[in-house]
């Protein structure tokens, strides 16, 4: 074979390379699908190194080790993780405006989660969305709201449409009384603003809510900070001369392209990512500054009090920032909100599971404690909010 057959022939090998590679990146056809990417572009470069002579050469050798080096990080990471996660209903949380995703559409969403390695059922569920794009709860379909905001806690991941914070809530209450769930997977109080300065939701949440409730804990500020591997759609605030600004998306143009490339790495998610989760002062005075937003603004746009279940976290996780539970819990109390802990400390040390094993979401039988607590506050020192069983 003449050299110059020979460099045809590794050309065209080289293209169809950088072809595959381009229908891996952009198709996804197989779910690991970028152990397949690097694993061409370490033939590309191999094959490149073999066509170059001298110092290129050298080069294009050193880059293929490393070509090869990723590869199997990234195989050897999917072998630890093989089996296992979530499996749910197609079109369940989709790009959306404002928010940054939602469900795409009305309807049941099955979902089942199982262990990785196992794949041990960790929990089966299914979630009914109503046509407001909300997670069903039965209440009085007309009349002031008691609104809940909030994240995967609020919304219910793991268990049933009956079993939910606002739902066993709105059970223990008067059937004429009101309760609405805002609250969606992986939301944060950037959301919780942002709905508010928005007014998303006013039309459904109606003219004379009673009481806003947004349950939380200082993990939120990995959220507010775009540190969460899932935020990048997600709306970002800044602090600018002393007031929190709504700053567009936390990631566009190069810098989303990056980070959703850096995301469909196994590798990447399981070795890297955690490092990014870590949180400083500021980002927790950056949550704590959009809370107080929050409450601000639901009182003077709606008239209410927003009431705050707060859930502490081990001391060490809040460390590097500075701040401790009972500093954030007082800077919401001055801020006007009603902070309840609702950590069910002395539950979980008397035995009661209230966080799925394998999962970390709150069980129905959190739910039930915290909607008590909520409950017994109201009637004891907010009367007007509930209804009582003889109106």
């Given at each position: ?11 065209a090998?080289a293209?169809g ?17 970028r152990?397949w ?6 033939l590309l470069?191999a ?18 080790a490393l ?12 072998a ?13 949380s989709?790009r ?19 262990a990785?390695?196992?794949n ?20 009085a379909a ?9 994240d ?11 079993e939910t914070?606002?739902?066993v ?25 942002r ?5 998303r939701f006013?039309?459904?949440?109606g ?8 349950l ?27 007031h929190?600004?709504?700053?567009g998306?936390?990631d ?22 955690p490092?990014r989760?870590m ?8 949550y ?30 809040l460390?590097a ?9 007082a ?5 006007g ?7 069910l ?8 599971t ?26 004891k020192?907010m ?9």
């Amino acid at each position: 074979m003449t050299r110059k057959t020979s460099l045809l022939l590794q050309l065209a090998i080289a293209a169809g390379l950088v072809g595959l590679i381009a229908w891996l990146e952009i198709k996804h056809p197989v779910t690991q699908f970028r152990v397949w990417t690097l694993l061409a572009a370490s033939l590309l470069l191999a094959n490149l190194a073999v066509a170059l002579q001298g110092r290129g050469r050298d080069v294009l050798i050193a880059l293929t080790a490393l070509g090869v080096g990723l590869t199997l990080a990234e195989g050897v990471a999917i072998a630890m993780q093989q089996g296992g996660g979530l499996d749910i209903t197609r079109g369940w949380s989709v790009r959306q405006p404002i928010m940054g995703w939602g469900p795409d559409k009305a309807g049941v969403y099955h979902a089942e989660m199982r262990a990785p390695k196992t794949n041990a059922l960790i929990y089966k569920a299914d979630y009914t969305i109503d046509s407001n794009l909300l997670r069903k709860t039965d209440s009085a379909a007309n009349g002031p709201a008691i609104v809940f905001f909030g994240d995967s806690y609020t919304f219910g991941d793991g268990i049933q449409d009956n079993e939910t914070l606002p739902q066993v809530f709105a059970d223990s209450l008067n059937p004429k009384q009101r309760v609405l769930n805002l609250g969606f997977t992986g939301y944060g109080p950037q959301q919780f603003l942002r709905e508010m300065e928005t007014s998303r939701f006013d039309q459904l949440i109606g003219p004379d809510p009673k009481l806003f409730i947004f349950l939380t804990a200082p993990w939120h500020a990995e959220r507010t900070a775009c540190k969460a591997y899932w935020t990048a759609h997600a709306p970002v605030y800044r602090v600018e001369n002393g007031h929190v600004v709504f700053k567009g998306l936390c990631d566009e143009g190069a810098k989303l392209w990056l980070r959703e490339w850096l995301q469909n790495s196994v590798a990447y998610r399981t070795l890297t990512e955690p490092y990014r989760h870590m949180v400083s002062h500021d980002d927790v005075e950056l949550y704590v500054r959009i809370l107080e937003a929050a409450v601000a603004m639901a009182k003077q746009k709606y008239g209410v009090a927003t009431l705050i279940p707060y859930l502490r976290v081990p001391p060490a996780y809040l460390a590097a920032s500075g701040f401790t539970d009972e500093e954030i819990m007082a800077r919401l109390t001055a801020a006007g909100a009603i902070v309840l802990d609702a950590s069910l400390k002395a539950e979980a040390a008397a035995g009661a599971t209230i966080t799925i094993k394998g999962d970390g979401h709150p069980t129905p039988f959190a739910n039930v404690r915290r909607a008590e607590m909520i409950k017994t506050y109201l009637e004891k020192n907010m009367a007007g909010v509930l209804l009582s069983n003889l109106d």
